[in-house]
């Protein structure tokens, strides 16, 4: 081979290589579309949800805190926004969706497309540190208007902690929530919650309850969620102590649990989210990937890691971090997929410095391909 031709080949090779770097790059890109800042009378913005209409828009729906409290006990009421590019932009005015409710407000959004076609819509309504129960809505005009709330816990009264974007609908239909039951000590709030699972058979017109997850040990656990496993065992992921999620799973569609067990994801006392690639059948796993080693970071809120699954939650791979700064606070996960190419993530990003923790609702848009990087 003469050296000119060579040097062609090695050029043509050397474009190639730049060509495909160039295509990563631009697959690895996320951006953030909409964040939603605290301002006059509106001292916190939280967690929400999403769901696609059937004309091609995404409905967000978040709580919109009044007043000047950040408490999770002060007034807020459900807001909206509307996209109609898959998540690009997003409509610059809030639409009410539901009014305050109870003594102290409503928050924890949860949007679920059922499969008879209806949009159902939960939430928490609080009225006391002994009594908050998730209600749902459902709407058949797609988010124009709702019905009367129904609540989904009739058997038991206390403090139920549903977290936003935490309803599923299994295979067969059956609507299922894991909730975290808080009660009172001696007047003194106990962060170690019981957990229970409740169903619905009839598309969230009555509901039933499951047996409380066991654990015998002083892991204090909270706020988990719920997904179902390609085998149909559905797998309970646990906000818990001890420096990792932990897990329980059922085999009679969340009827009863097995005991708590430690998973491989480690984390500080703070929620993790799951959900299924349906593009690639594996499970995305967004949470605080931080084991306390770094005495800085210890029990804080990030960073926020992405990682995906491809046996079913039982390892992790492709694992990178999203938000990165040492004074974020990054938690309480929705994840929303957009067609086949991208994901929507909205989650509370604020400051520690700034004592924005959970005031900062901030939603951000990743391609699907930049996962698997």
């Not at 909730?179 to 019981?194: D, E, I």
């Not at 700064?325 to 929705?334: E, K, L, N, Q, T």
Request: hydrophobic letters at 35%; aromatic letters at 8%; charged letters at 20%.
């Amino acid at each position: 081979m003469t050296k000119p031709i060579y040097n062609l080949l090695l050029l043509a090779a050397l474009l190639v290589l730049c060509f495909q770097s160039l295509r990563a790059q631009d697959e690895t890109s996320s951006s953030v579309v909409l964040q939603l800042d605290p301002g006059p009378d509106n001292p916190r913005n939280s967690e929400g949800d999403f769901v696609t209409l059937k004309d091609g828009r995404i409905l967000f729906v978040y709580s919109r805190y009044t007043g000047g409290s950040t408490s999770d006990h002060a007034p807020a009421y459900l807001a909206g926004r509307f996209s109609s590019d898959g998540g690009k932009t997003w409509t610059p005015q809030d639409q009410r969706i539901v009014e305050r409710e109870g003594d102290m407000n409503v928050m924890s959004v949860s949007l679920l497309r059922l499969k008879n076609g209806n949009i159902a819509l939960f939430y928490l309504k609080k009225n006391s540190e002994q009594d908050c129960i998730p209600q749902l809505r459902i709407s058949g005009d797609e988010a124009k208007t709702w019905s009367a709330p129904i609540p989904c816990i009739t058997d038991k009264q206390g403090y139920f902690v549903l977290n936003n974007s935490r309803v599923i609908q299994l295979k067969n239909g059956r609507l299922l929530m894991a909730v975290a039951l808080h009660r009172s000590l001696n007047g003194k709030w106990q962060n170690k919650a019981t957990l229970y699972s409740y169903y619905s058979d009839d598309s969230g017109a009555t509901w039933k309850p499951g047996e409380a997850v066991p654990n015998t040990t002083d892991i204090i656990t909270q706020e988990p969620g719920v997904i179902e496993l390609k085998n149909g065992t559905i797998m309970m992921f646990i906000r818990a102590s001890g420096g990792v999620q932990q897990l329980s799973y059922s085999k009679d569609k969340g009827h009863s649990w097995s005991h708590i067990e430690p998973s491989t994801l480690k984390s500080p006392l703070s929620p993790a989210s799951i959900a299924r690639i349906p593009s690639t059948g594996d499970l995305l796993v967004v949470w605080n990937n931080n084991d306390g080693s770094n005495p800085a970071l210890k029990d804080k809120r990030t960073p926020l890691t992405v990682g995906i699954s491809k046996d079913e939650g039982k390892t992790w791979q492709h694992v990178r971090n999203i938000e990165t700064d040492p004074d974020g606070w990054y938690c309480y996960i929705a994840i929303h997929f957009v067609g086949k190419k991208e994901v929507l993530l909205e989650y509370c990003a604020g400051s520690q410095q700034k004592k924005t923790h959970l005031s900062v609702a901030r939603i951000n848009r990743l391609s699907l391909a930049s996962l698997y990087h």
